[in-house]
Nanobody
C-alpha cells in the first residue's frame, strides 16, 4: 500500500497550490480520505476530510480557502489550496483512516512553504 503525495512547493502569500495523493494497494472509493498538516514545532492537525458519501469537512483555519476532492477512477485525492497564508506553511500528509483491512495509511508528506 502506498499513498504518494505530491504538489508541494514554495509560493507567495495569496497564491495557490494543488496537492495530489495517488493511492496504490487500496481503493479510495471505499474509504474516508483526509489531509493533515504539521507545521514546525507543532502537532499534526486535521485539515480536510472527504467521506465516501461525498460530504466534506474542513478545519476552521482553512474553511473557504481549501477544497478536498477525490477522483475514484484515478484513485487520487486532491487538496486545492487558495489564498495561501504564511501560517499554512507545513508538511501536508494524506491519510486513509481505518481502512477495511484494519490499518490506517499515511502518505510520505509534501512540504508547502508560503512566504509573506
Amino acid at each position: 500500500v502506498q499513498l504518494q503525495a505530491s504538489g508541494g512547493g514554495s509560493v507567495q502569500a495569496g497564491g495557490s497550490l494543488r496537492l495530489s495523493c495517488a493511492a496504490s494497494g487500496i481503493r479510495i472509493s471505499v474509504n474516508t480520505m483526509r489531509w493533515y498538516r504539521q507545521a514546525p514545532g507543532k502537532q499534526r492537525e486535521l485539515v480536510a476530510t472527504a467521506t465516501i458519501g461525498g460530504s466534506t469537512n474542513y478545519a476552521d483555519s482553512v474553511k473557504g480557502r481549501f477544497t478536498i476532492s477525490r477522483d475514484n477512477i484515478k484513485n487520487t485525492v486532491y487538496l486545492q489550496m487558495s489564498s495561501l497564508k504564511p501560517e499554512d506553511t507545513a508538511v501536508y500528509y494524506c491519510n486513509a483512516p481505518d481502512y477495511g483491512d484494519g490499518n490506517t495509511y499515511w502518505g510520505q508528506g509534501t512540504l508547502v512553504t508560503v512566504s509573506s
